[in-house]
């Protein structure tokens, strides 16, 4: 089995229920989120899972010199950051995207999916 990392990309600028248009889509989507996760424990696959706060809460931290430099904010300005994201054990990639179409409708949003490289 290998590692996945499966990334919900949603719009920078939110409102007040996140990337969603009302409280009622919101709610929909955090049930059928939750659902699905459920099912990714009970079919084996769930590892880990998370919501992540807005990027701007963010420090970039960069230890390559004598003293750390840190940064507030994201590392990359962009239209859309990661708002969440899931590590699953799937047997390939055909599961893995099946998987990641399933959370993308779930959670109503894009979800990328990344192997893990297996060196760690």
């Given at each position: 089995m290998?590692?996945?990392?499966?990334?919900?990309?949603?719009?920078?600028?939110?409102?007040?229920?996140?990337?969603y248009?009302?409280?009622?889509?919101?709610e929909?989507a955090f049930?059928?989120?939750?659902?699905f996760?459920?099912?990714l424990?009970?079919?084996g696959?769930?590892?880990?899972?998370?919501?992540?706060?807005s990027?701007?809460t963010?420090?970039?931290?960069?230890?390559?010199?004598?003293?750390?430099?840190?940064?507030?904010?994201?590392y990359l300005?962009?239209?859309?950051?990661?708002?969440?994201?899931?590590?699953?054990d799937?047997?390939?990639?055909?599961?893995?995207?099946?998987?990641?179409a399933?959370?993308?409708?779930?959670?109503?949003?894009?979800?990328?999916?990344?192997p893990?490289?297996?060196?760690a």
């Open positions: 290998t590692h996945y990392l499966m990334s919900v990309h949603g719009a920078a600028e939110i409102s007040e229920f996140g990337n248009g009302s409280k009622e889509e919101m929909e049930a059928a989120t939750g659902a996760n459920e099912q424990k009970a079919d696959y769930w590892v880990f899972a998370g919501g992540l706060q990027s701007t963010a420090t970039v931290v960069d230890g390559r010199g004598d003293v750390p430099v840190m940064t507030d904010g994201p300005e962009t239209k859309e950051y990661i708002g969440g994201f899931w590590v699953i799937a047997p390939d990639l055909d599961v893995a995207l099946r998987l990641a399933e959370a993308s409708k779930a959670c109503r949003g894009k979800v990328e999916v990344r893990f490289d297996g060196l």
